[in-house]
């Protein structure tokens, strides 16, 4: 089983999307709702697929990434999805099928949507499941 760590940048989590780059480490998402999150760890094959979008959209995910082995095969990861405290949420999940916030307020938990390097054009997030990212570290991309 495997997680893995990227970089995120050019995505749009609301209405007031700010230019950020995150460090994100990546599971992939089994179910969601308000209360909870189920979490799986990457299995080889998922992992290679997750691999290969990461390669097809650098722009997104400029750098190198890296994975990390782990015996967690899933867990829970515990959210009311309240108002974050923070100006970020905590986690952002890439979903074929992403329902923004629309609202100005950020929650724990946001769907994300990836940008080009313009913030004009969606990319299509191409695999058949979803995963969630926790932000690690962020800082504003210069203008």
């Known amino acids: 089983m495997y997680t893995i760590n990227t970089q995120l940048a050019y995505f749009k989590y609301n209405l007031d999307s700010r230019k950020l780059i995150v460090n994100i480490k990546w599971f992939k998402l089994d179910k969601f709702s308000n209360l909870n999150l189920q979490v799986l760890s990457f299995n080889k094959s998922d992992l290679e697929l997750f691999k290969s979008?990461?390669?097809?959209?650098?722009?997104?995910?400029?750098?190198?990434?890296?994975?990390?082995?782990?015996?967690?095969?899933?867990?829970?990861?515990?959210?009311?999805?309240?108002?974050?405290?923070?100006?970020?949420?905590?986690?952002?999940?890439?979903?074929?099928?992403?329902?923004?916030?629309?609202?100005?307020?950020?929650?724990?938990?946001?769907?994300?949507?990836?940008?080009?390097?313009?913030?004009?054009?969606?990319?299509?997030?191409?695999?058949?499941?979803?995963v969630i990212g926790k932000i690690e570290v962020y800082k504003q991309l210069k203008e």
């Not at 190198?64 to 309240?82: A, C, H, P, Q, W």
């Not at 946001?110 to 997030?125: A, G, K, R, S, V």
Request: proline share 5%; glycine share 4%; net charge negative.
């Open 53 to 130: 979008f990461i390669d097809k959209n650098q722009p997104n995910f400029p750098g190198s990434y890296f994975v990390e082995e782990t015996r967690k095969e899933g867990f829970d990861m515990l959210i009311n999805n309240e108002l974050s405290q923070s100006a970020l949420p905590y986690y952002l999940i890439l979903s074929k099928k992403p329902k923004l916030n629309l609202g100005n307020s950020i929650y724990q938990a946001e769907m994300i949507m990836l940008m080009d390097e313009n913030y004009q054009f969606t990319i299509n997030y191409s695999l058949d499941f979803d």
